[in-house]
């Protein structure tokens, strides 16, 4: 999978792509993650990227003509299954989405917007699918962004080992993912179940598959 991500703050994405899982998949040429910046793309002198909303108002605009040469050379290269731009009004992201992505995209592009957004003719011209990462307001697109395409990603078969495999994670089956602790099996005087140190994998399965329901009807049962 090839995701180019478009940011006007392009060093808000260095660092979550380059550690741990993200950077293994990568090197694993399992996926190619490239962000640009949209400041390569201006015309004019001043390598400006936005400017004042026609019709007047508080907050700048990323203009419609960096963002649109920059896709426009990238489909040059490749087709696109999807250009996504983040904004907090898009389609509100949840694991099955996620899924959906993960196995059905090959390439896709991903617009990071900023100060109050970006011109709507490329939302009504270019921009193919909108995702939200939550009912809130960030300063700009790059964090959601980073949170997309790691959610994507880590479910590529061979990214993620048995150790951390994504089917027990929690929301792949409707449940949250049951409670998990490591060494020492005391710790402070507070003790570990003792049926996780059993050894009897069946009761230990059907323990989790238990916590996992009692968690969800807790926590989430709009999820059952
Ligand atoms: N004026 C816009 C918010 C702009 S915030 C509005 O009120 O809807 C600046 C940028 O941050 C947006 O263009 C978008 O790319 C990104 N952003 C902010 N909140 C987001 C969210 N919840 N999900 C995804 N992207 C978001």
Redesign the pocket.
């Given at each position: 999978m090839r995701i180019d991500i478009l940011s006007a703050v392009p060093s808000l994405l260095e660092s979550p792509f380059n550690d741990s899982i993200l950077k293994r998949a990568q090197e694993k040429k399992i996926v190619e993650i490239k962000v640009h910046n949209i400041r390569d793309y201006s015309t004019n002198k001043q390598k400006s990227i936005d400017d004042y909303a026609f019709g007047g108002g508080a907050?700048m605009v990323l203009c419609i003509e960096p963002i649109h040469k920059c896709i426009l050379k990238l489909q040059e290269e490749r087709k696109y299954d999807e250009i996504i731009?983040?904004?907090?009004?898009?389609e509100l992201l949840n694991q099955s989405i996620c899924n959906q992505m993960s196995s059905s995209y090959k390439n896709i592009i991903i617009i990071?917007?900023?100060?109050?957004?970006?011109d709507e003719r490329l939302r009504d011209q270019i921009v193919t699918r909108e995702?939200?990462?939550?009912?809130?307001?960030?300063?700009?697109?790059e964090l959601?962004a980073a949170v997309l395409t790691d959610a994507i990603i880590r479910l590529i078969p061979g990214v993620l080992n048995n150790e951390t495999s994504a089917l027990t994670d929690s929301f792949q089956d409707n449940l949250l993912a049951p409670p998990v602790y490591t060494r020492p099996a005391v710790y402070n005087n507070w003790k570990v179940p003792e049926i996780l140190t059993s050894g009897n994998l069946k009761a230990i399965e059907e323990w989790r598959h238990e916590k996992s329901i009692l968690r969800t009807k807790e926590k989430r049962p709009d999820l059952l």
């Open positions: 907050g731009y983040m904004s907090p009004d898009g990071c917007g900023h100060y109050k957004g970006i995702i939200s990462i939550g009912d809130y307001v960030l300063s700009g697109g959601a």
